[in-house]
Nanobody, 123 residues
Framework: QVQLVESGGGLVQAGGSLRLSCAAS????????MGWFRQAPGKERVFVAG????????YYTDSVRGRFTISGDNAKNTVYLQMNSLKPEDTAVYYC????????????????WGQGTQVTVSS
């Protein structure tokens, strides 16, 4: 059974940084795509960033491109989301997700989810 465990959320002032981690276990992830999604109160869960486990292209939603960076450590089976220049509108619960093959932007395509980690950006 696949397990994804996020960590690294917290409270930060606008302009600050956080690094989220997603530790994966239970399967060989070499053919999996990893995504980060977020869900703000009263809103849908939306795609933030994604990459294939083997590395290669990274994908970002427009609102975070240039501020967020997704990366992976194969040896640790861990995916990271480095978030810089945070804004109050980045406040949300952030979820890590996994699916086979390539990155897609639709949350319904992803088979495995973590429990989420809260990110709060104060103004």
């Amino acid at each position: 059974q696949v397990q994804l465990v996020e960590s690294g959320g917290g409270l930060v002032q606008a302009g600050g940084s956080l690094r989220l981690s997603c530790a994966a276990s239970g399967r060989t992830f070499s053919r999996y795509a990893m995504g980060w999604f977020r869900q703000a109160p009263g809103k849908e869960r939306v795609f933030v960033a994604g990459t294939n486990w083997r590395g290669g292209n990274a994908y970002y939603t427009d609102s975070v491109r240039g501020r967020f960076t997704i990366s992976g450590d194969n040896a640790k089976n861990t995916v990271y989301l480095q978030m810089n220049s945070l804004k109050p509108e980045d406040t949300a619960v952030y979820y890590c997700a996994a699916k086979r093959e390539v990155v897609t932007f639709d949350k319904f395509d992803y088979d495995y989810w973590g429990q989420g980690t809260q990110v709060t950006v104060s103004s």
